[in-house]
């Protein structure tokens, strides 16, 4: 039976009877220059050594290094994407919608394309005054393209469907119809007729603010409030959790590290990743940006594992004067040495006592499509027994891996590891569902993956070249003072502020 490659699910049947000749040598079925889709020299050996493991040690070393299910996926689409009314939305385009795709192109998509007179930062990216579409150019698929990405253009989760059409409404009327009009297609009650039916027309859309379309990677460190009863993550590190384009603000689910206490602070998911206010966003003052969404399980503030030579998770820090503990935990009980990124993973890396810790926080899909969020902790060895508070009672946790055990005690559920347990690796599972369910979820749940691989480095994030020009200062000063103007056109939406130093040899 012969699977054909054009059309899913037809087959064709050559009978044995038929068959003159069999043989298995000539060229493989692989196509060619896969390995060109490739970054680089070290994903084809991280590839290379993948294959190796599992075919050394077999199914078991499969399920040990299988990713984050959250990795495997993009983000599904909002709901209102199913019934739009795609007809009404351009009809109901206008002048002022020429204005406001205007301010969107100008602000996001002419970094990329550029614009009639100017080359845009990816020489890859369509010039629309003259290039021809390679996934249509009518209306529609325009908007098909931004709503789920096509080749290296990814999906523009930010834009609601009237920003999406206001911006094709400026492409069309500026570029396309007096530049490039093979591309042009004219809107008509025949072509309206054709389009998908619906009744919604989208939420309405927000400000286009530079703070909130940037792409901070995976994850962000900021001061982050959970709720309004003062849980504060004064160190804290937001990271993504579900895969795709765009960094930690283009998610729908994530979670909060706070580096001080060790702790987990919260897990949330939502449309929303936070409330952006603040001075480092909005520039507002007197207030800290508020995580947004719904959260699923919050722990307050507090040391997330008990000092490992007393037991007891009595906070000792320094007291403010609003009389809130501020700073890291005491260096002897527990100290944060840094993350690593590797693709969209972020690994957190800490002691406890004298115990190395790496922990990968992610989530996985349960029966029903039930998000559980995840802490694969890979633990070094500990002299001591080491106890950590997992969650409030109330939230259902259960716990993978056969070295340590989970207690309630003092309204809370502790990980405890025994005296003799470690090196151990395991994985947290937590959820704001039914317990019964998770823990018969955790007996099907992939085993603790080995962390230590994500910590070698992995495919550049930013491997384009930004290019900037230099104010060369004088040397008629104390110092010198050369500064590099803003590279304002980059595929990243962010603007760099850099200033260089130089002092004199002599000092």
Avoid at 238 to 257: C, E, I, K, T
Avoid at 294 to 310: I, L, Q, S, Y
Avoid at 422 to 427: C, D, F, M, N, R
């Amino acid at each position: 039976m012969l699977r054909d490659a054009g059309q899913v699910g037809t087959f064709t049947t050559v009978l044995k009877t038929d068959i003159d000749e069999r043989n298995d040598k000539g060229p493989s079925l692989m196509p060619e220059g896969l390995v060109n889709n490739l970054s680089g020299r070290q994903e084809f050996l991280d590839l290379t050594r993948y294959l190796i493991e599992i075919a050394e040690h077999g199914p078991e070393r499969a399920r040990q290094l299988r990713p984050a299910a959250s990795l495997f996926a993009l983000p599904p689409l909002p709901e209102y994407e199913r019934d739009l009314d795609h007809a009404g939305l351009l009809r109901a385009l206008d002048d002022k919608s020429f204005q406001r795709g205007e301010a969107i192109y100008t602000r996001v998509c002419a970094n990329c394309h550029g614009t009639k007179e100017q080359l845009g930062s990816m020489p890859t990216s369509l010039r629309f005054a003259e290039g021809k579409f390679k996934n249509g150019s009518d209306p529609l698929r325009m908007y098909q393209t931004l709503t789920h990405g096509y080749g290296m253009m990814t999906p523009q989760t930010w834009m609601v469907p009237q920003q999406k059409y206001d911006v094709i409404d400026y492409i069309r009327e500026a570029y396309l119809k007096p530049h490039n009009p093979a591309s042009y297609t004219k809107i008509d009650d025949a072509y309206l007729a054709s389009l998908p039916t619906g009744k919604s027309r989208g939420p309405k859309p927000s400000n286009i603010e530079p703070w909130v379309s940037m792409n901070y990677g995976p994850s962000l460190m900021a001061t982050l409030e959970i709720g309004d009863k003062g849980n504060f993550a004064y160190k804290g590190i937001a990271v993504r959790l579900d895969n795709g384009p765009g960094g930690v603000s283009r998610g729908r689910h994530w979670m909060l590290f706070d580096h001080d206490t060790l702790r987990v602070a919260a897990a949330w998911s939502g449309e929303g990743f936070i409330d952006w206010m603040g001075i480092n966003f909005n520039g507002q003052h007197k207030i800290h940006p508020h995580v947004a969404g719904t959260v699923h399980f919050a722990n307050p503030v507090g040391p997330g594992w008990a000092d490992p030579e007393t037991g007891n998770f009595d906070d000792t820090r320094l007291k403010g004067r609003d009389g809130k503990p501020y700073g890291p935990l005491p260096r002897s009980w527990a100290l944060y040495k840094g993350i690593y990124h590797y693709g969209n993973q972020v690994i957190l890396s800490y002691t406890v006592g004298t115990a190395t810790v790496l922990e990968m926080p992610a989530y996985e899909l349960a029966p029903g499509e039930k998000i559980v969020y995840t802490r694969t902790l890979n633990i070094g060895k500990s002299p001591r027994e080491l106890l950590m508070r997992v969650a409030p009672t109330g939230t259902a946790v259960a716990l993978v891996g056969d070295k340590a055990t989970l207690e309630e005690k003092d309204g809370y559920t502790l990980l405890r590891i025994p005296v003799g347990a470690t090196p151990a690796s395991l994985k947290l599972l937590l959820s704001d569902g039914d317990r019964a369910a998770l823990l018969a979820y955790a007996k099907t749940s992939p085993q603790a993956a080995s962390l230590e691989p994500f910590t070698k480095g992995g495919p550049r994030r930013w491997p384009e070249l930004l290019k900037t020009e230099a104010v060369v200062g004088g040397d008629n000063q104390a110092f010198e003072i050369d500064v590099l103007t803003h590279p304002t056109n980059n595929p990243w939406n962010c603007q760099m502020r850099l200033t260089g130093f130089d002092f004199y040899a002599d000092g």
